[in-house]
């Protein structure tokens, strides 16, 4: 059975900096692309970043460009989320999910590629 469960989040200050984990079981990690998204509240799930199987492809939102950071460790089946100024639109539960498909070429930005996610921690930025 997956579990993927996140950690990292709380409050912090627009321009502050929060780091999410994702620790993964129940599958071989380190085959799988790895994907974040967020849920603001009212709002649809979206796509927030990825990381390939292999950890040197990653894909981002316009959004967040330029100011979060994936990355993985696969020996410790852990996938990050390094988020540095903040902002307040960036409140939100974030979630990450496991490809359903292993050794992905291109990395996929829609839900439906996706098969298993976490619970979701909750990041609040205040103004």
């Known amino acids: 059975q997956v579990q993927l469960v996140e950690s990292g989040g709380g409050l912090v200050q627009a321009g502050g900096s929060l780091r999410l984990s994702c620790l993964a079981s129940g599958r071989t990690f380190s085959s799988y692309a790895m994907g974040w998204f967020r849920q603001a509240p009212g709002k649809e799930r979206e796509f927030v970043a990825n990381i390939n199987w292999q950890g040197y492809r990653t894909y981002y939102s316009d959004t967040v460009k330029g100011r979060f950071t994936i990355s993985r460790d696969n020996a410790k089946n852990t996938v990050y989320l390094q988020m540095n100024s903040l902002k307040p639109e960036d409140t939100a539960n974030y979630y990450c999910?496991?490809?359903?498909?292993?050794?992905?070429?291109?990395?996929?930005?829609?839900?439906?590629?996706?098969?298993?996610w976490g619970q979701g921690t909750q990041v609040i930025v205040s103004s």
């Open positions: 999910a496991v490809d359903r498909l292993p050794y992905r070429a291109a990395t996929r930005t829609d839900e439906g590629a996706y098969d298993f």
